[in-house]
Nanobody, 126 residues
Framework: VQLQASGGGLVQAGGSLRLSCAAS????????MAWFRQAPGKEREFTAA?????????YADSVKGRFTISRDNANKNMVYLQMNSLKPDDTAVYFC???????????????????WGQGTLVTVSS
């Protein structure tokens, strides 16, 4: 299993970016997918998750209303993170992750995820 994240870059505060994650190596139709982020000097933290069916999403309070996670309905192997109204505090390396279905309460738990991508850097300037 491989996860390839892309779409990071440098953006001014208030701007937008769209991250993509391509999963390969098996079918991911029964896999939940998520984005986590890690700021310099901080621990990796949950950002957003989407259930295998695409029907349920979860967000960290810090990004609610600004970020949207989605997955390609036809190709369950792609997941996206649309990030709007970006703030300097959103600066981090963003990682995509996936795992076979977990209970809803575990979607935001870092330990729930078996597979991780290499990360893509997002830098938001003030």
């Amino acid at each position: 299993v491989q996860l390839q994240a892309s779409g990071g870059g440098l953006v001014q505060a208030g701007g937008s970016l769209r991250l993509s994650c391509a999963a390969s190596g098996r079918s991911f139709r029964d896999y939940d997918m998520a984005w986590f982020r890690q700021a310099p000097g901080k621990e990796r933290e949950f950002t957003a998750a989407i259930r295998w069916s695409g029907g349920t999403t979860r967000y960290a309070d810090s990004v609610k209303g600004r970020f949207t996670i989605s997955r390609d309905n036809a190709n369950k192997n792609m997941v996206y993170l649309q990030m709007n109204s970006l703030k300097p505090d959103d600066t981090a390396v963003y990682f995509c992750a996936t795992t076979p279905r977990v209970v809803l309460s575990a979607l935001a738990e870092l330990s729930s995820y078996d597979y991780w991508g290499q990360g893509t850097l997002v830098t938001v300037s003030s």
